[in-house]
Nanobody, 125 residues
Framework: QVQLVESGGGLVQAGDSLRLSCAASGGTFRVYHMGWFRQAPGKEREFVAVIRWNSGNTYYADPMKGRFTISRDNAKNTVYLQMNSLRPEDTAVYYC??????????????????WGQGTQVTVSS
């Protein structure tokens, strides 16, 4: 059973930066595709970014392109989300997730097998 624990969220002003971390345990981290999702109050959970284990390819939702960067450190079993130029509309609970399938629809939350508890990010104007 894979466990994922997010950290690094907080309260910041518009234009600030945050780096979220997701520590994994209980599995072979290097063979998992790792994704980030977020959920704002009253809204559905939406895709943020993903990094594949074999190719290292990354994909981002349009609102995050040019501002967010996903990366991973397999030696530390950790995936990161660097968030720059934060906007109030980025306010949400951010979740990390893991998936082992070689081919999957990375932007769909139901494709992922394991989830963390989330970390709150609040961006004030």
């Amino acid at each position: 059973q894979v466990q994922l624990v997010e950290s690094g969220g907080g309260l910041v002003q518009a234009g600030d930066s945050l780096r979220l971390s997701c520590a994994a345990s209980g599995g072979t981290f290097r063979v998992y595709h790792m994704g980030w999702f977020r959920q704002a109050p009253g809204k559905e959970r939406e895709f943020v970014a993903v990094i594949r284990w074999n190719s290292g390819n990354t994909y981002y939702a349009d609102p995050m392109k040019g501002r967010f960067t996903i990366s991973r450190d397999n030696a530390k079993n950790t995936v990161y989300l660097q968030m720059n130029s934060l906007r109030p509309e980025d306010t949400a609970v951010y979740y990390c997730a893991a998936e082992r399938d070689a081919k999957f629809s990375y932007w769909r939350d139901y494709e992922y097998d394991y989830w963390g508890q989330g970390t709150q990010v609040t961006v004030s104007s």
